[in-house]
T-cell receptor, first 110, second 117 residues
Framework: EDQVTQSPEALRLQEGESSSLNCSYT??????LFWYRQDPGKGPEFLFT???AGEEKEKERLKATLTKKESFLHITAPKPEDSATYLC???????????FGRGTSLIVHP | EAQVTQNPRYLITVTGKKLTVTCSQN?????MSWYRQDPGLGLRQIYY???????DKGDVPEGYKVSRKEKRNFPLILESPSPNQTSLYFC????????????????FGPGTRLTVL
């Protein structure tokens, strides 16, 4: 059974204080690891897909990295508008059903 | 604008009264799915559809039905809602999915908040 664990559950940062969110996973044959951002009361918004260990992707202040056991979402010099819940999901080989983590709630104070 | 739409956005109903939540996408995606999101449990997939007339169960299908008669629409049906189906529901779509290949990201609708009394 695929498993995804995100940590921490909640994170409070001051504006400009860089940090990282963790997504640990156990899957049988990774076919994709996905990061989404979810604002309160809204649907998740796609950020990144990572397919193989060593892969990295960047978008503005966000950078996602992947190893064989975990992924990190690095947030550099965050701004209050980066406040959201960040979700990690995986898809394993032969499965059409993704497994989502419970998310990390990020609050960035001005 | 490429999007996934859901209706209604908010719904309060009573136990046993059949309801349908509609979902439509304008991106010509083959794959569509329904999720429910509950505090402390995260997103869980209810049903998914690989294409027209092809649907399959997700992790939590009990008490739900779906149909895929057209590529763009994927309604979620609760024939006899119960209070434990009170939740936030999301519809999502994705481009063509190949079992042996990499998977694509999903595009989510705005959500439907359902309360069953």
């Amino acid at each position: 059974e695929d498993q995804v664990t995100q940590s921490p559950e909640a994170l409070r940062l001051q504006e400009g204080e860089s940090s990282s969110l963790n997504c640990s996973y156990t899957v049988s044959g990774l076919r994709g690891l996905f990061w989404y951002r979810q604002d309160p009361g809204k649907g998740p918004e796609f950020l990144f897909t990572l397919y193989s260990a060593g892969e990295e992707k960047e978008k503005e202040r966000l950078k996602a990295t992947l190893t064989k056991k975990e992924s990190f979402l690095h947030i550099t010099a965050p701004k209050p508008e980066d406040s959201a819940t960040y979700l990690c999901a995986v898809r394993s080989g032969g499965s059409y059903i993704p497994t989502f983590g419970r998310g990390t709630s990020l609050i960035v104070h001005p | 604008e490429a999007q996934v739409t859901q209706n209604p956005r908010y719904l309060i109903t009573v136990t046993g009264k059949k309801l349908t939540v509609t979902c439509s996408q304008n991106m010509n995606h083959e794959y569509m799915s329904w999720y429910r999101q509950d505090p402390g449990l995260g997103l869980r997939q209810i049903y998914y559809s690989m294409n027209v007339e092809v649907t399959d169960k997700g992790d939590v299908p009990e008490g739900y039905k779906v149909s895929r008669k057209e590529k763009r629409n994927f309604p979620l049906i609760l024939e006899s809602p119960s209070p434990n189906q009170t939740s936030l529901y999301f519809c999502a779509s994705s481009p063509h999915v190949v079992r042996t290949g990499p998977y694509n990201e999903q595009f989510f609708g705005p959500g439907t908040r359902l309360t069953v009394l």
